[in-house]
Nanobody
């Protein structure tokens, strides 16, 4: 059964950058859409970015132009490059593949 693990979160100043990774076990990663979600305290989980198996991408309006989603199927890994980070990007970020969730990674944007 596939398992997911996010990494790369941390504390960064406004305007800074982070790159999150979502690494999967098993052999089915390449056949699934990779979705990145985030959940801020007191708010619902929201979809941030998606990359399909053919590498088509979609973004929430709030991150468009700042975040870039990608994948490396040979490494069983999806990525979320986050630039020009804002305090409102603070949240726990999760990846989802084949309806499986990782444990999440905390991103905090603060001066």
């Amino acid at each position: 059964q596939m398992q997911l693990a996010e990494s790369g979160g941390g504390l960064v100043q406004p305007g800074g950058t982070l790159k999150l990774a979502c690494t999967a076990t098993g052999r089915v990663f390449r056949y699934g859409e990779v979705r990145w979600f985030r959940q801020a305290p007191g708010k619902e989980r929201e979809l941030v970015a998606t990359i399909g198996t053919a590498e088509s991408t979609k973004y929430a309006d709030s991150v468009k132009g700042r975040f870039t989603v990608s994948r490396d199927n040979d490494k069983n890994t999806g990525y979320l490059q986050m630039n020009s980070l804002k305090p409102e990007d603070t949240a726990v970020y999760y990846c989802n593949v084949h309806n499986k969730w990782g444990q999440g990674t905390q991103v905090t944007v603060s001066s």
